[in-house]
């Protein structure tokens, strides 16, 4: 692990792994293409992320990309997410149409640069699938966070990434189910990884949703209500957590109690909310 401006940067396990395999088979030169790939899709997300002002812990570099460590205290926005997820496929673009043009002047060995070219364009692709940690489950998340509520968002993120990664798994495995005597061993464990990590991620929604009311009360502790508030209409009787799960990411709301009859019983700002729901004693 090294340390850059306080940036904690690593390898993945299955990284390290993958470097010793392709020592052990010769095939040297490949990796550190394809390293040098992956670095420079994870500095395309780093500098995105410093340029909108968010604050990076630590880069961990796995074969297909890296994980991004980024410190979230209600500033990181749904944009600001969908800039800097897409930030990283763009680096592979660029590199690709540097390979297409220094091949195109012929320079350069051929081989080499349709090695660049095709490592580019797989790990790119790869990356927008729409699984996290994946680039393009960071920006189908942070699409929908925009328009339905974040609990709602949050589960079937994960309910989709998780069906996601079985299907890599299961395309891993696809040539061996139909009679070929081989199985794509680094998909088989990229697939895995996925599917371990969203099912860890599943589990752990109801503190990621708490985090994130966490982070609203410092985003909205001190705010007016004013133009930009979006009404949430509950009966007396609703529970305090099934009105909490109809926030949205980007919008303040103001919940309107209402009893049977259709009268208005009081006009509360979600901070008051939010102050009851960690006032409460949370099951642990």
Do not use: C
């Not at 030169?29 to 992320?49: D, K, N, Q, R, Y």
């Not at 800097?84 to 149409?97: D, E, K, T, W, Y």
């Not at 009404?231 to 009787?237: E, F, G, L």
């Amino acid at each position: 692990m090294i340390n850059i401006r306080g940036i904690k940067l690593s390898l993945h396990p299955f990284f390290v792994i993958l470097m010793l395999f392709s020592v052990i088979t010769g095939h040297f030169l490949e990796l550190i293409v394809l390293f040098s790939i992956v670095f420079i899709h994870e500095l395309g997300h780093m500098a995105a992320a410093l340029l909108f002002g968010v604050r990076i812990r630590s880069v961990q570099l796995l074969p297909f990309g890296g994980v991004v460590e980024m410190e979230d205290h209600g500033e990181l926005t749904a944009w600001k997410e969908i800039g800097i997820a897409i930030a990283g496929p763009l680096q592979n673009l660029l590199m690709i149409v540097a390979a297409l043009l220094v091949r195109e002047w012929g320079a350069g060995d051929g081989a080499f640069l349709n090695y660049v070219i095709f490592g580019n364009g797989m790990i790119a692709l790869f990356n927008l699938l729409p699984i996290l940690p994946l680039d393009g489950g960071k920006i189908v998340h942070a699409a929908a966070s925009l328009y339905f509520p974040y609990h709602e968002t949050l589960l079937w993120s994960s309910r989709i990434s998780i069906a996601g990664s079985i299907g890599v798994v299961f395309f891993s495995v696809l040539p061996f189910l139909q009679g070929e005597n081989r199985i794509q061993l680094n998909l088989l464990l990229i697939g895995i990884f996925l599917l371990y990590s969203n099912w860890t991620d599943y589990r752990h929604v109801p503190y990621r949703f708490t985090r994130f009311l966490m982070n609203r009360e410092k985003r909205y502790g001190g705010s007016e209500t004013g133009g930009f508030a979006q009404p949430i209409i509950a009966d007396q009787a609703k529970h305090l957590d099934s009105i909490l799960r109809l926030f949205k990411r980007e919008k303040y709301h103001v919940i309107y109690v209402m009893n049977k009859q259709g009268g208005l019983i009081a006009m509360l700002p979600e901070q008051r909310l939010i102050s009851a729901y960690f006032a409460t004693d949370r099951p642990s």
